[in-house]
């Protein structure tokens, strides 16, 4: 195992990450913004260094920085978390090239997976279904022809795409110029590429996610399901495991396809195989997370495996001592996304000033939260994530009730009404809810 390992990231997932090492015996080094003075993973690391001004460019996305602060601290891995860094191949290689590990698969996986047209090339390979689509688009006469062959609705993707950005919906062949365009400046002002493909609008469908753990040796496990359908523009909003919408058969396949992809692309560390689901019981690969995902307490609430610490070990060169018949899927846990927005869905900043957590067994939030913690306007907008499990999907969803009616946030604008509502809706406690369950609770898209 590492000695001392740097987090390259901020928030609840530095802390999570933090959290990880010091029950593992390993020293921790943080990095915070100009902005995140007195962070909360500032304060809990070994030793914490400021690296750089309060944009993501200055600070949290320079990597020349981070490198430094590890050579000179002389952490031997860098955990970059989710968001920043994560999905870097050009990272991932400095990493490797200055001798340090990077916590991830290779530059080669993040860079074959992350293009998420060439992705739906080696999933198709791999034997797995892919959303019918295209390759990447050449030009607006291109993405004319290839619409006309795919039929209406239909998506046009970046490839680069994460967080829901660059996804544009075409209805018809007059609106399919505006998306191409509208998507691609998106992606190229985002994520400085602004490469497009186009998807079959799957309609209604279901977010379901499969998790897996793969060593250096080969090994792929994979650690049940999320459903992820409850979702707001694209970006998930509440989170389940198992998936209430899956069949044991059906289960049975996806699990299989997922490991088989991972093990084609030679896969390290903890990855998320993410699918569509229709209901009649087909599924087609969308995309491949190479990194932990935002949603993964609710795979370790049923499964009892701790991914990040699985995720180190890996890293590290350890074999994974179990197998897929060891792995147990017990009970019921769902995660609700704790933002910092307003009724209206407006972004809030601040100051906390009164914080109350919900307690009890099986109960957990996940958050770089405390009495007095500022919230920066810098970010992304979650503030922590509320987990939960029980043996029964109906005790669960009484129990998320209960933890929500208990968190108390003040001085930021927070959703924990909204996850009431979410929570408390006939078409979500019925377990048989698609990805446009907000649009018919708020009627936006
Ligand atoms: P998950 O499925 O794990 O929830 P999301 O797509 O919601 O993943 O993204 C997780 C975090 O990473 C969010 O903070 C999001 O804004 C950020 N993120 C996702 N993709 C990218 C990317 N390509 N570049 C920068 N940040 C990203
Ligand atoms: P990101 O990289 O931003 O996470 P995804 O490709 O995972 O992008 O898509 C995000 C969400 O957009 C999905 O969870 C789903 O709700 C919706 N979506 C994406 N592709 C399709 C599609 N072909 N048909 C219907 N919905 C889609
Ligand atoms: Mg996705």
Wanted: net charge negative; proline share 5%; aromatic share 6%.
């Amino acid at each position: 195992m590492f000695e001392k390992i740097l987090v390259a990231n901020r928030g609840e997932v530095a802390v999570r990450v933090i959290r990880a090492c010091k029950e593992m015996g390993v020293k921790t080094v943080a990095v915070y913004s100009t902005a995140d003075a007195g962070a909360f993973h500032a304060q809990i690391a070994d030793e914490a260094y400021c690296i750089g001004g309060p944009r993501p460019q200055e600070s949290y996305l320079n990597a020349d920085a981070i490198l430094t602060v590890a050579l000179e601290s002389g952490a031997t891995a860098i955990h970059p978390g989710y968001g920043f860094l994560s999905e870097s191949a050009p990272f991932a290689r400095e990493c490797r090239d200055c001798g340090i590990v990077f916590v991830g698969p290779s530059p080669e996986v993040i860079e074959r997976m992350g293009d998420k047209d060439e992705a739906r090339r080696t999933a198709r390979a791999a034997g797995v279904p892919v959303v019918e689509g295209s390759d990447l688009l050449r030009d607006e006469a291109d993405a004319q022809e290839q619409a006309r062959r795919i039929g209406f609705p239909l998506l046009v993707k970046a490839r680069a795409g994460g967080g829901g950005r660059g996804i544009r919906k075409v209805t018809g062949p007059e609106g399919v110029a505006s998306a191409f365009l509208a998507a691609s400046s998106e992606a190229q002002a985002a994520f400085g590429d602004g490469g497009c493909y186009m998807e079959r609008f799957i309609h209604p469908a279901h977010h379901v996610e499969v998790q897996v753990l793969a060593d250096a040796r080969g090994n792929v496990v994979s650690l049940g399901e999320r459903e992820c359908s409850v979702q707001r523009h694209n970006q998930k909003l509440l989170e389940e495991s198992p998936s209430p919408s899956v069949t044991p058969e059906v289960r049975e396949r996806m699990h299989a396809a997922a490991r088989d992809l991972a093990r084609a692309v030679g896969y390290v560390g903890v990855g998320t195989i993410e699918y569509l689901c229709s209901d009649d019981g087909t599924f087609a690969f969308m995309e491949m997370n190479t990194r932990l995902q935002v949603e993964h307490p609710v795979t370790e609430m049923v499964t009892g495996v701790d991914l990040v610490k699985w995720q180190l070990r890996v890293a590290s060169g350890v074999e994974l001592p179990f197998s897929q018949d060891d792995v147990r899927v017990d009970g019921h846990a769902i995660e609700c996304r704790i933002n910092a927005e307003t009724p209206e869905f407006l972004p809030s900043c601040g100051t906390v000033s009164m914080l109350h957590v919900p307690g009890g067994p099986w109960v957990r939030f996940d958050t770089a939260l405390f009495q007095g913690a500022s919230v920066p306007p810098y970010y992304d907008s979650m503030l922590g994530k509320l987990v939960i499990s029980s043996p029964s999907r109906e005790e669960a969803i009484r129990k998320m009730r209960s933890a929500l009616g208990e968190l108390v946030i003040e001085g930021v604008a927070e959703n924990s009404e909204l996850q009431l509502d979410i929570l408390s809706n006939p078409e979500f406690v019925s377990g048989v809810y698609h990805t446009d369950l907000m649009e018919h609770l708020y009627g936006d898209e």
